[in-house]
């Protein structure tokens, strides 16, 4: 019975994202009337500004506290996120709504990568560690997850990405996250070799 009923529960799932997904591609298709003015300009220096954040933190804290550690998962996931979105993004090659008017134009492979939003991967990557080791002690860390909806806004309005791309990136964010917040040592300093393989030294020996 368990089983079953976890089966309902992954296909009502399945259903659901696939509702979210076509009603992403209508609005793809029909919404052009965008623009990035007012608060939403702040959505492309946002990752970047975040990702210097938990990287001074992390540096400063190590692993001596809670919150370096964090921030070490954070900036984990950040770069490794944003790295595999980069692949992703050349690999599949869609055009972004600033070089065409039809959101079906994929595998160009003249070095568009629309898909998905580097900037909304970067920054869901970074809230998720927050969100999942703070959620029982301070539950108003959910609010954390206004961010990548603010940034997945600014970017479709910025004719930066279309919708479907930001909902790519808060995915592909999510689930850098929470790889990030599962290993014991950042996989930034693992995959840098440096005295003796373990890592890279940044003033402070990190492992966690």
Partial sequence: MKKIIRVLHIGFLAMFLLSICSFAIEIDKYYTSRSDDGIYKLASPLPYLMLAGVATKAVVDGNNTKAGVVAWKAADAAITGAIAEKILAYSIGRKRPNQTESSSEWFSFDGSDSFPSGHVTVVTAI?????????DEYPAIWALSALPIFEAIGRVKA???????TLAG???????????????TPLILEIIPLEQSRGIYMGIRCKF
């Avoid at 809230?127 to 959620?135: E, F, G, M, Q, S």
């Avoid at 808060?170 to 014991?184: F, H, T």
């Fill in 127 to 135: 809230v998720t560690p927050y969100i999942l080791n703070y959620k």
């Fill in 159 to 165: 004719k930066k990405h279309w919708t479907t791309d």
């Fill in 170 to 184: 808060i995915a592909l964010g999510v689930a850098s996250g929470y790889l990030a917040n599962n290993r014991n």
